[in-house]
């Protein structure tokens, strides 16, 4: 038997719209197209096997999918393809790989550590070009203050108000598609 192709590979969100960020759920679809094709659809991240999926026809469209969901890519850059097992009746084969980067975001501060009244400026890292989200810096459960417009790779925030004590800082940045948060800056603030 001939080869029946993968004639396309697709994830959502994409580097062509929006960018996934770490632990958030990406979802891969692989297209054959034919309508008589059975078996299933096995989707790797390089060689490392993501997961399969069963091949289902949608008639409205005269082709047949499989579709195949995961939250567990690392931060980077990722190649992942679509290899078709085949069946009796059709030949498997591998789609053409798809690259996609997967973003986390780092938190620094300057200067580390301060005193009370001292301005500290936070920076949000990590953030890929083109998005428009909310960062918003956190200590703790509370919100220091927000930058509606993101403005990649980085954006950052100043503050005079931190009490002496350790603060837990975060940046979270959110947008339609979900978002992603940093892992937490302990921020030292000196008694004078």
């Known amino acids: 038997h001939d080869a029946l192709p993968i004639s396309e590979l697709r994830a959502f969100p994409t580097s062509s719209g929006n960018t996934p960020t770490l632990a958030q759920s990406v979802t891969f679809t692989a297209t054959v197209p034919c309508c008589t094709a059975t078996g299933t659809v096995t989707f790797f991240d390089g060689n490392t096997t993501l997961g399969s999926a069963v091949v289902v026809y949608l008639p409205q469209n005269g082709i047949i999918k499989a579709t195949f969901s995961t939250s567990g890519l690392s931060a980077g850059t990722h190649t992942i393809t679509a290899r078709y097992s085949g069946d009796t009746n059709n030949n498997g084969s591998t789609s053409a790989p798809l ?4 973003w986390s975001i780092s938190l620094t501060s300057s200067p580390n550590p301060s005193s009370p009244d001292q301005m500290v400026t936070f920076a949000a890292c990590g953030i890929p070009n083109g998005v428009t989200g909310t960062l918003a810096f956190m200590d703790g459960i509370a919100t ?8 990649s790779p980085c954006s950052s925030y100043g503050t005079n108000i931190l009490s002496a004590g350790s603060h837990t800082i975060t940046a979270r940045y959110s947008d339609s598609s979900g978002g992603s948060t940093s892992a937490v800056l302990t921020q030292t603030v000196n008694a004078h």
């Open 99 to 102: 690259t996609l980067t997967v």
């Open 144 to 151: 220091l203050g927000t930058n509606n417009n993101v403005f």
